[in-house]
């Protein structure tokens, strides 16, 4: 399995922390930490998870934890993936009545936070 890889990147308002290789249970320490540092820093952020393999369900928590902190900041946090795995990250956050603003691309980022 490829180790798990953050690139982070300003796209138009946006700050995309890109994700590459795989996001599991064993990784999601450092995905928080990581992810909270940007968004206590970034008015908006956008973890982009079309590029990486996710598996195991302690992820998703760490997404909603994010979201919650950059609300808290008022900031705004989105989740990028593409729709084969959006279903998978919608029906969880719907069943713990999280809010997550979910893209299917960049491009879907709205242009103002």
Known sequence: MMALALQTQ???YWTLVRF????DDKRVLALRVRLL?????????????????VTGTRWMSVLLDVGERA???GHTFAVISPRPHAVRL?????ARGGRLLLCESAEQ????G
Do not use: I, Y
């Open 109 to 112: 980022l709205p242009n103002r």
């Open 37 to 53: 540092r940007v968004v206590e820093h970034h008015p908006r952020v956008a973890a982009d998870l079309s590029g990486c393999r």
């Open 71 to 73: 609300r808290a900041c």
């Open 10 to 12: 300003t796209q138009g």
């Open 90 to 94: 919608c029906l969880p956050v719907l």
């Open 20 to 23: 590459l290789g795989a996001v």
